[in-house]
C-alpha cells in the first residue's frame, strides 16, 4: 500500500539554528499538506499546495517558515531560526484534488528546539 | 472558544466495552465531519467521514453527526487493545478542505 514518506523521523536542533523536513506524498496525489501538532493538541494546517502551487499558507509563520514543492511532487518545510515554541511533530498529509476529503498523513517528523 | 472541543481523556474502558467519544463545534457552517485514530508517534489514519447529521456505520465503528446540538459522536463496539489510540475529531465548511482538529481524546482499551 502506497505511504506518505517523511524524513527525518526525528530532528533535535539548538534555537537559532536552521532544519529543514521533507516529504514525499503518494503518487499521483496532486494536493499536500503540511500540518503542525503540538503535544496534546490536533494538528494545525501550515500550508497547502495544489501541484506547485500555494493553495493556503495563512497560518504558515512567514517570518521563519519556508515551504515549497518545486516540481509539485516532493515538498520541503524549513525553519529558520528556529526558536524553543516550534518543538512539535510536523506532518505532512497528501490527496488526490478530487478526493481532498480523505488526506493521507505520513509518519511525521518529530522536532525538539533546545 | 476553540472552534473544536474534545475532551483529552485518558478514557480507559475494559476489552468488549461499547465505547463512546464525542466532540462538540461552535460554527454551524462546519458541514463536513472526519474521525480520525494516530497511535503513538504515528500520523493520524481516517476512520470514518460523514456529512452533515446522521449516522455512519462501518464495521465496529459509527459515526452520529447532531447539527442542532453541534455535536459529534464515534462509538466503537466490542472495543479491543488495538483500539488504544488517540482519536481526533475534524470539521470543515463546504467552501474549503481546511479542517479544524480537535486536541484527540487518548483511549485505553485494558485487555
Known amino acids: 500500500e502506497a505511504e506518505v514518506a517523511q524524513s527525518p523521523r526525528y530532528k533535535i536542533t539548538e534555537k537559532s539554528q536552521a532544519v529543514a523536513f521533507w516529504c514525499d506524498p503518494i503518487s499521483g496525489h496532486a494536493t499536500l499538506y503540511w500540518y503542525r501538532q503540538i503535544l496534546g493538541q490536533g494538528p494545525e494546517l501550515l500550508v497547502q499546495?495544489?501541484?506547485?502551487?500555494?493553495?493556503?499558507d495563512s497560518q504558515l509563520p512567514k517570518d521563519r517558515f519556508s515551504a515549497e514543492r518545486l516540481k509539485g511532487v516532493d515538498s520541503t518545510l524549513k525553519i529558520q531560526p528556529a526558536e524553543l515554541g516550534d518543538s512539535a511533530m510536523y506532518l505532512c498529509?497528501?490527496?488526490?484534488?478530487?478526493?481532498?476529503?480523505?488526506?493521507?498523513f505520513g509518519p511525521g517528523t518529530r522536532l525538539l528546539v533546545l | 472558544q476553540k472552534e473544536v472541543e474534545q475532551d483529552p481523556g485518558p478514557l480507559s474502558v475494559p476489552e468488549g466495552a461499547i465505547v463512546s467519544l464525542n466532540c462538540t463545534y461552535s460554527n454551524s457552517a462546519f458541514q463536513y465531519f472526519m474521525w480520525y485514530r494516530q497511535y503513538s508517534r504515528k500520523g493520524p489514519e481516517l476512520l470514518m467521514y460523514t456529512y452533515s447529521s446522521g449516522n455512519k456505520e462501518d464495521g465496529r465503528f459509527t459515526a452520529q453527526v447532531d447539527k442542532s446540538s453541534k455535536y459529534i459522536s464515534l462509538f466503537i463496539r466490542d472495543s479491543q487493545p488495538s483500539d488504544s489510540a488517540t482519536y481526533l475529531c475534524a470539521t470543515r465548511t463546504s467552501g474549503t478542505y481546511k479542517y479544524i482538529f480537535g486536541t484527540g481524546t487518548r483511549l485505553k482499551v485494558l485487555a
Open positions: 498529509a497528501s490527496s488526490l484534488w478530487s478526493r481532498q476529503e480523505t488526506q493521507y
Open positions: 499546495f495544489q501541484d506547485e502551487s500555494v493553495v493556503d
